[in-house]
């Protein structure tokens, strides 16, 4: 059971998720895909239900990789692939705003769950390889931001 202040820390996280994704998706169309464990899928309900009292309207579509196709399970269950989007539908893509979120479960990669903030300037590595966001959760400390792309950071120059 979490205590109170993995709680409040869920809830921060998310925020500053929702926060961002809104921010970014202005007047444009979303696409958000989260990857996520099962374990973790109610993680993207939260953040559907945190788009929506945002104002964005959106909509969720889970889908599940074929077991035998992808070989055993992690340890900590199947993994999840849910998409989140809202209109307005765009005609091209410069119209919609892709955002990937990788969600997993671990040890922490740092001391205080400390948010990384990757610079333009630090050679950062394609866009497209890497996803925009990535959450860890863990028993000890709840869920963290362990990177969120320069677009996204509430901490931009």
Known sequence: MP?????????EVLSAVADSIVAAAAG????????????????VGQLVRALHARGLACRCLVSRPNPSAAGAP?????????????EPFAQTGDDVR????DVTAGDPAGPGGAV??????EGAPDADDQPDIVLEYH????LVIRRMAPDLSPCRS
Not at 74 to 86: D, K, P, Y
């Open 116 to 121: 990384s903030h990757q610079q333009a300037d």
């Open 98 to 101: 892709r955002v990937d979120i």
């Open 28 to 43: 444009r169309g979303l696409r958000v895909a989260v990857t996520c464990p099962d374990s973790l899928l109610p993680f």
């Open 139 to 142: 028993d000890r400390d709840g």
């Open 3 to 11: 205590d109170l202040s993995s709680i409040a820390r869920e809830r």
């Open 74 to 86: 992690s340890e900590h269950g199947e993994s999840a692939l849910a998409v989140i989007t809202s």
